[in-house]
């Protein structure tokens, strides 16, 4: 079985003598540049399965990488970054990134993320038509929601956004991503909406405290579906 690989692109040279057995110790193979122009050569001839991405590189922004790189793929990106402010994350995210995990960071956290970015990498080859998160199923097909086998009854702007978040499972939506794909782009700055939905959304597919909370709010940021298997 082919090793899942990973392009790791930071330039702190003790990141990478800490993220190569890291990953390498898991099953990865691992691949590792320092520069914008070396990232955007190795994604295109390496084709790597994940990009792990720092965002300040010596020769320029590491956004610079997410632009070029959605040209041509869909290699799944996570930003791994020191810089905090919730304008980074979101100008990243919007420019295609999947994820976003600051620096300090575990490598739990990130080892997560990076087995989300690869399932969504697996099931983007085959679309789905029925997905299933800890007993809440959302089946396309049928335009059917169940949760532990009950149906849900759901307003059409509420199934558009829970069948948007299972579709990105794992991934982080900013606020704008997710209004302009429900509402259309003249409501992309609307987020009272979104949040007025969300809270409905939540009432109907997480009734009450034993049940785990599915959608996560990425504060000032947007949302992501976190299927409960992943921690």
Known sequence: MTRPRILVVDDEPQIQRFLKPALTAVGYDVLQVGTVAEAKRAIAAQAPDVVVLDLGLPDGDGKDVIASVRAFSAVPIIVLSARDRESEKIEALDLGADDYVEKPFGIGELLARIRTALRRRHDAQVPPERFEFGG?????????????????????????????????????????????????????????????????????????????????NEPGIGYRLQPPDVE
Do not use: C, F, M
């Open 136 to 216: 809440l199923v959302v089946d396309d097909a049928s335009h059917r929601v169940t949760l532990l086998a009950e149906a849900v009854h759901l307003t059409p702007k509420e199934y558009d956004l829970l069948l948007l978040l299972a579709r990105n499972a794992g991934r982080v939506l900013t606020h704008r991503q997710i209004l302009t794909q429900v509402w259309g782009p003249a409501h992309a700055e609307d987020v009272q909406y979104l949040r007025v939905l969300i809270g409905q959304l939540r009432a109907k597919i997480e009734p009450g405290p034993s049940r785990p909370r599915l959608i996560e």
